[in-house]
């Protein structure tokens, strides 16, 4: 509102007043019904969930469930059929055509900041040496949990690695495939794992916040003259009892190297494996810069602890000494790769997973989403012609986005809270969309819209 003020030695019309009062009053009568139509819409909107937003048309989103405590992470068992796990409470849930039937296990997790339930993959028993024993549609689960004495969040076991039977609706015979650190923490714990097109189990796992306690320090962190590689900084490989694979790749032996499918990982909440290639893709998190996807090879050299980001930004990097003093190569069975895009600003990408479907359309066949904790954004990016990379045009084209609206155009969908997992149903191709919040954790489905 503006108001004026007038010198005594002057006087105002009548008829001007008069306009005055009633331009007020019109104006007050306006923000009281834009008032009303707020709180409203805030009603409203405490009423009716919130559907994220898609950048295509074409698509639409449904939520399928709701009221999940922090969900970290789901697998199919069947069409709409899930298993869902919660970070805090330890629970594995089933959501069987958007309704959840029941809870499936009751874990012992530490909860403190990234620690819990973290990782679940499924694997048909079919595909292994123990078919013979099992039914046509029995499963191997496997879960990575932070593991606790008592269900009061007592003394921690450790990281581990369970493997489960899925058998008659339920999950019985537990078997331990790993126990790994969890100290110093609480943070940097990763446990997300996938099963790969050799049918063997990937994990990933951070470096457990290494910077508190440098007592924790491994080689798998680039830093010489410490510990030998304990399951801390990498991606872990073993097969469905454990065990080392051997196909003739090994980064060597002692502590858990011969395990080891990649190191140099400061901290990840996603892995994916390109259904076209089979290669195994990451995301990571770096700490005040660096944020990185990448593709690991065998024996991937992602650079932590000594390289954050492309490592172009580092002027010593072309120095051949390099290699030789900072970064460790396990005999040259390990490598150092350049991410195939960084950020300069931190925005936390989360999960990571292959459209292997044209379900969506057929511009999104064989894409890569990327979900992230900002925004609760996902992107949407083409591969290049040898799927060796992004396809990247423009300010991008060096890999580094300078800026967030650099990926304006990759933006899939936003409002999503926080994106733990997307995955994609193996019958139907729809894409399910898991967010996190402690109270409200939700799914969506996105699909094509019928009515567009």
């Given at each position: ?19 005055i ?66 970070k ?23 909860t403190?900041?990234?620690?819990g ?19 046509p ?17 007592g ?5 581990r ?13 537990p ?14 714990n ?8 050799d ?26 003259g ?33 395990k080891?499918y990649?190191?140099?990982v ?10 076209v ?44 000494e ?9 005999n ?12 300069n ?14 379900t ?18 996902i ?66 489905k ?7």
């Open positions: 509102m503006t108001y004026c003020m007038y010198n005594n030695h002057y006087s105002t019309p009548i008829s001007v007043i008069i306009i009062i009633v331009v007020m009053c019109a104006t007050f009568i306006y923000i009281d019904n834009i008032g009303e139509i707020d709180a409203q819409s805030s009603k409203k909107s405490k009423k009716e969930p919130s559907i994220p937003i898609l950048r295509d048309n074409d698509l639409k989103t449904e939520l399928i469930v709701d009221k999940l405590q922090f969900p970290s992470g789901m697998e199919f068992i069947g069409n709409d059929d899930l298993l869902v796990i919660e805090n409470t330890g629970k594995v849930k089933r959501v069987t055509n958007g309704e959840v039937v029941g809870d499936l296990l009751d874990l012992n997790v530490a403190k900041s990234e620690r339930l973290l990782g679940i993959a499924v694997l048909d028993i079919s595909k292994t040496k123990h078919a013979s024993n099992y039914g549609n029995d499963k191997f689960v496997f879960l990575f949990v932070t593991e606790t004495e008592n269900e009061d969040d003394e921690i076991l450790g990281n690695v369970y493997r489960f039977d899925f058998v008659n609706g339920a999950l019985i015979n078997v331990l495939l790993l126990d790994l650190p969890y100290l110093p923490g609480p943070s940097h990763g446990g997300v794992m996938k099963i790969g097109p049918n063997n189990l990937y994990i990933i796992m951070g470096d457990l916040n290494r910077l508190k306690d440098p007592t924790g320090d491994t080689i798998a962190s680039n830093l010489q410490t510990s030998l590689p304990d399951g801390r900084g990498g991606v872990l490989r073993i097969t469905p009892d454990g065990e080392t694979v051997n196909d003739g790749f090994t980064l060597g032996v002692g502590g858990l190297l011969d080891y990649g190191y140099g400061r901290n990840s909440f996603g892995i994916g494996f390109d259904n290639t089979g290669f195994l893709w990451d995301t990571e998190n770096g700490s005040h810069y660096g944020d990185e996807i990448n593709i690991i090879k065998p024996g991937f050299n992602s650079g932590w602890r000594q390289v954050l980001g492309l490592s172009s930004m580092y002027s010593e990097f072309s120095n051949k390099f290699d030789k003093s900072k970064l460790v190569t396990f040259g069975n390990g490598k150092y790769y350049d991410p195939v895009l960084t950020w600003d931190t925005i936390a990408p989360t999960t990571i997973a292959f459209i292997h479907s044209s969506l359309g057929q511009e999104y066949m064989d894409d890569v989403l990327v979900g992230g904790v900002k925004n609760g954004t992107l949407h990016f083409d591969l290049n012609q040898t799927r060796t990379g992004l396809q990247l045009e423009g300010s991008l084209s060096d890999k580094v986005v300078n800026n967030p609206n650099e990926l304006d155009t990759a933006i899939f969908g936003t409002g999503f809270d926080i994106i733990t997992d997307i995955k994609i149903d193996p019958i139907d191709g729809d894409v399910y969309v898991l967010a996190a919040k402690t109270k409200n954790g939700k799914i969506y996105v699909s094509q819209d019928g009515d567009a």
